[in-house]
């Protein structure tokens, strides 16, 4: 079966842009969770979704938003890009009821 | 969410048993422990989880201690392609920062 799809795989953007990124969770699974990875920070939670609501934010500022669809899909947007949003973007679906999160392969992003 | 400590680092020969330490002193009675492990430039892979009892799969198994303070992920047989950060989470990877995990790399 096919996994969470992120896209795009690779994305480069300037300062103060803005830039939405998308998740396709795995079929029937309806919770989607996103999260920041960088080198000196590590893994970190964004938010998590679960039929279109947001349950559970993460410490990041506003500029980090997120939403999800009927259909599950998910994006997020961060605006007014810093040098310091350079990171791996992973995304992470689950049935509801399920305890093992399956992770796609992430969006990296480059803020120049 | 209770916070987790892991070594940085361990090594493992290939074909030993590698046992990764977690301690999560501050776990509530609810809470799970869940293991995760992420090769270089994937995305982390679900491996494990439990509550009280020691559980087993295809991939590891997962012993904790009697007072849930910490628990061991044990890698039966290790090969090269074990090598990889193996994360330790209390409450819920859809929830939970990741900590910095233990590097497992495993050595011919």
């Known amino acids: 079966k096919a996994g969470v799809t992120q896209t795009p795989r690779y994305l480069i953007k300037t300062r103060g842009q803005q830039v939405t990124l998308s998740c396709s969770p795995i079929?029937?699974?309806?919770?989607v969770s996103w999260y920041q990875q960088t080198p000196g920070q590590g893994l970190q939670f964004l938010f998590e979704y679960f039929s279109e609501t947001q349950r559970n934010k993460g410490n990041f500022p506003g500029r980090f938003s997120g939403r999800q669809f009927s259909n599950s899909r998910s994006e997020m947007n961060v605006s007014t890009l810093e040098l310091g949003d350079s990171a791996l973007y992973l995304c992470a679906s689950s049935f509801p009821t399920a305890h093992g999160y399956t992770f796609g392969s992430g969006t990296r992003l480059t803020v120049v | 969410d209770a916070k987790t400590t892991q070594p940085p680092s361990m090594d493992c020969a290939e074909g030993r048993a590698a046992n990764l330490p977690c301690n999560h002193s501050t776990i509530s009675g609810n809470e799970y422990v869940y293991w995760y492990r992420q090769i270089h430039s994937q995305g982390p892979q679900y491996i494990i989880h439990?509550?009280?009892n020691n559980e087993t799969n295809e991939m590891a198994s997962l012993i904790i201690t009697e007072d849930r303070k910490s628990s061991t992920l044990i890698l039966p047989h290790a090969t090269l392609r074990d090598t990889a950060v193996y994360y330790c989470?209390?409450?819920?990877?859809?929830?939970?920062?990741f900590g910095d995990g233990t590097t497992l790399t495993v050595k011919p």
């Open positions: 439990g509550l009280k």
């Open positions: 989470i209390v409450g819920s990877a859809g929830k939970s920062t």
């Open positions: 079929s029937g699974h309806r919770s």
